[in-house]
């Protein structure tokens, strides 16, 4: 639609809070967070896997809910980005 980020949500990840984080740790870890989203998102509709209709939003020919596709990301002790999906 014509409002910014006023479009149908299609995934969202919870991106973990720490009582230690450092501003630049958070941002980093939403960071990672988007760069694992936006290509998944993209590759779901390059490959016709997602559909947006006058009713919502299809992935693999089911709705949406709502808040879309949410992911768990898990920063591990490695520091390496993981994504769980909850459907």
Same mark, same amino acid.
């Not at 509709?45 to 896997?49: M, N, Y």
């Given at each position: 639609n014509n409002e910014l980020d006023g479009g149908p949500i *299609? +995934? =969202?990840? *919870?991106v973990p809070i720490y009582s230690e984080d450092t501003e630049s740790a958070l941002t980093e870890r939403v960071h =990672? +967070?988007?760069h694992f $989203?936006?290509? /998944?998102?993209l590759q779901w #509709?390059? =490959? @016709?896997?997602l559909v947006l209709t006058d009713e919502g939003v299809? $992935?693999?020919? @089911?709705? $949406?809910?709502q808040q879309g #596709? /949410?992911?768990s990301c898990v920063d591990n002790a490695s520091g390496r980005f /993981? +994504?769980?999906?909850y459907d």
């Open positions: *299609i +995934a =969202q990840a *919870i =990672q +967070a988007e $989203l936006y290509p /998944t998102v #509709r390059a =490959q @016709k896997q299809t $992935l693999n020919g @089911k709705p $949406l809910p #596709r /949410t992911f /993981t +994504a769980n999906t």
